[in-house]
């Protein structure tokens, strides 16, 4: 009898945590995996036929289909596995037309996912594969696979480990949203900006460590530059710019953007020799805009704000590890806030200001320099401080002379509640007054970053309970 | 007693819980081969073999099912609480090109595209948004959350309020010198 207890014990167990833990699977992102295939967002070129989209929920898995017999009977299947949800792309279901290449079809029935790939050497691998994970199931369209046709435009790729699943779109917003699902909103960092006559004479230079193409501010795609060809530009008067050296001169009107060439953006990094700076690469996008209203040209940066946090330059991160939690999720907490709510920076083009003037901001080379800053931010990462539906925006001050300050005390407002005077002994000052703390811009409401140190450092708080305790009645919100 | 009444209870509980479990397990394990988007059902039969091919421009060879990196889980984007009604977010971050007008007006009001109007004065004087529009300049300028609460456009005291809350926050962040 006891045996057969414990068995069933087991038995139980089993279920209740193989069932139950993986309730939430299906949460869970699409990583990107690179450009599948090339076809068209609509059937302007001539021969094109929409290639329909399916979603299994049973499977957790998209399908495409070219046939329009294929699309009646999922349609019309009674038990239906699969529901339709529009047109996916457009191209040919056939190979009459020149350069156009067969996608092949895979099937896995241990992951339940459909597969597309045009390369040959994937579909000979997959082939030859002695597991047999996908089964080749035959030529589900043509596409191309280099966009050398007019109007071709980029399929991407997806994949979702959770449900395992591959996912193909053709639309940018699309994939923006997916990408950014895994690393938060994109973000607009000023780095530093020009006088049109400083334009004028030294010229903006930029390059990158894999293929980047330019962009006017229409989005229009003026050239696709190899990654180690050296861009310039210069202000060329009457707000334009002129962009030179990888390629023949052209003038754009007020704006340039610099991003990458096969829609992966996250792994894009751009050296922009910055003027007097050792801190010259960033990840992301970057931009060059002439401001109206300052007359100035702003370099700006646009990355996830994941990848921001990366680059803080507040901390190195050598302190305690829950120090570096808690620093990172108030710098995420505030430029989650900026992202939304900003309209300091507005005419200029950006949200956040790269300087001391806000949230010092080094980028790439920061990242490399100091790799605990990441750690801490992958180990609190997309979490936020919210007081209720409000976004907790908490200035942090580096000493206090033993209380922190409320904001109503500090700035008048009673919309603040989160920012309450507490106790802070641990951040207290040893020598200056509280003259002397304000005198030297300690505002002392929110955080006290020493006192937060201390407390992960000598009393062994965690980074929860330390924002919890400087910042009232707050939640630690997951927001992506 | 007690020791017949746990096991029963156990396998009444184990037998429910397979009851409910059978469709999960069916349904994952052995799914019958119901209608499919096989390929070979589909385009035109007359397709011809496949012609030499050559990885897609950025298909990355290593990108063969089976060799998935891990990739960071994530849970669903929550909600966010959108400050504006009218003006999305959206909108702003187009920089309210996609209005004319009285709106265009308003949207750069809101977005922060309006110059803040430093010597603004009279307020009192004026009526419905351009009177908004002056506590707003003047709330900001003064950084005056109570001239803000005087503002009657939702929109507009949000980011009367908003901007004075930035601006403190910023004029103080860069005195930071936090431990490192």
């Known amino acids: ?480 | 007693m007690r020791s017949k009444i746990f096991p029963i209870i156990l396998i009444a509980a184990t037998i429910g819980l397979a009851f409910y479990a059978y469709p999960i397990i069916k349904g994952r394990y052995f799914q019958t081969k119901e209608v499919r988007l096989d390929a070979s059902s589909e385009p035109s039969s007359n397709a011809s073999a496949p012609i030499s091919a050559e990885t897609p421009a950025n298909a990355d060879e290593n990108n063969v099912p089976g060799n998935e990196e891990t990739i960071i889980d994530n849970q669903p984007v929550a909600p966010t609480t959108n400050v504006f009604s009218v003006i999305a977010k959206e909108d702003c971050d187009s920089e309210c090109k996609n209005f004319i007008g009285d709106k265009r007006d308003y949207c750069n009001e809101v977005c922060g595209f309006k110059t803040i109007n430093e010597n603004v004065a009279g307020c009192e004087n004026l009526n419905g948004l351009q009177k908004d529009y002056c506590l707003k300049d003047l709330g900001i300028t003064k950084k005056d959350f109570k001239i803000c609460e005087n503002i009657s456009d939702s929109n507009i005291k949000s980011t009367c309020k908003n901007r004075i809350m930035e601006d403190n926050v910023d004029d103080v962040m860069s005195n930071g010198n936090i431990p490192s």
């Open chain 1, 1 to 480: 009898m006891a045996k057969i207890l414990k068995l069933s014990s087991v038995f139980l167990a089993f279920f209740f945590f193989y069932f139950l833990g993986t309730a939430h699977a299906s949460a869970a992102g699409y990583a990107y995996k690179g450009i599948a295939f090339y076809a068209f967002e609509n059937n302007s070129a001539t021969g094109t036929l929409p290639v329909y989209k399916f979603y299994s929920a049973s499977r957790g898995d998209y399908s495409y289909t070219i046939s329009e017999s294929a699309k009646a009977k999922l349609i019309a299947d009674p038990k239906k596995i699969y529901a339709y949800k529009g047109i996916a792309f457009y191209t040919y279901n056939n190979n009459s037309v020149a350069n156009t290449l067969p996608v092949y079809q895979f099937w896995s029935s241990s992951r339940q996912d459909y597969y597309y790939t045009i390369s040959e050497s994937t579909k000979a691998k997959l082939i030859a594969d002695p597991k047999k994970l996908y089964a080749y199931k035959g030529i589900a369209f043509y596409a191309y696979n280099d966009n050398s046709i007019a109007n071709t435009l980029p399929v991407y790729q997806f994949w979702n480990a959770s449900i395992q699943d591959y996912y193909y779109t053709i639309s940018e917003d699309e994939k923006d949203k997916l990408m950014f699902a895994t690393y938060g909103k994109e973000i607009s960092v000023g780095l530093w900006s020009y006088s049109k006559n400083d334009l004028s004479s030294d010229a903006f230079q930029i390059e990158a460590n894999k293929d980047y193409e330019i962009k006017d501010n229409t989005g229009k795609v003026l050239a696709k530059i190899a990654g180690n060809s050296l861009t310039k530009v210069k202000y060329a008067g009457n707000y334009k710019l002129r962009i030179y050296n990888s390629i023949s001169d052209i003038l754009v009107d007020r704006e340039v953007q610099f991003e990458s060439s096969d829609g992966n953006n996250l792994n894009l990094i751009f050296n922009v020799h910055r003027p007097n700076s050792t801190y010259d690469e960033y990840r992301g996008k970057i931009k060059l805009r002439y401001s109206d209203t300052s007359q100035k040209i702003w370099v700006i940066n646009l990355l996830p704000l994941e990848q921001y946090v990366w680059g803080i330059g507040e901390i190195t991160g050598t302190g305690d590890e829950d120090y570096n939690r808690t620093m990172t999720t108030a710098f995420r907490t505030y430029a989650y806030w900026k992202i939304l709510y900003s309209t300091k920076y507005a005419t200029e083009g950006f949200k956040v200001d790269g300087t001391p003037n806000n949230q010092i901001y080094r980028g790439y080379e920061w990242e490399l320099a100091y790799p605990r800053i990441k750690d801490a931010a992958i180990y609190t990462q997309g979490k936020i401080a919210k007081y209720g539906s409000d976004i907790a925006l908490s200035p942090y001050s580096s000493w206090t002379d033993g209380r922190t300050r409320s904001f109503e005390e500090r700035w008048g407002s009673t919309d603040y509640p989160w920012c309450q005077s507490v106790k802070d002994s641990y951040g207290k000052n040893p020598t200056m007054t509280t003259s002397q703390l304000f005198a030297a811009g300690n505002h002392m409401v929110g955080i006290s970053a020493h006192g937060a140190l201390k407390l992960a450092t000598d009393y062994g708080w965690d980074w929860n309970k330390i924002l919890g305790y400087y910042l009232h009645d707050i939640t630690i919100v997951k927001t992506y």
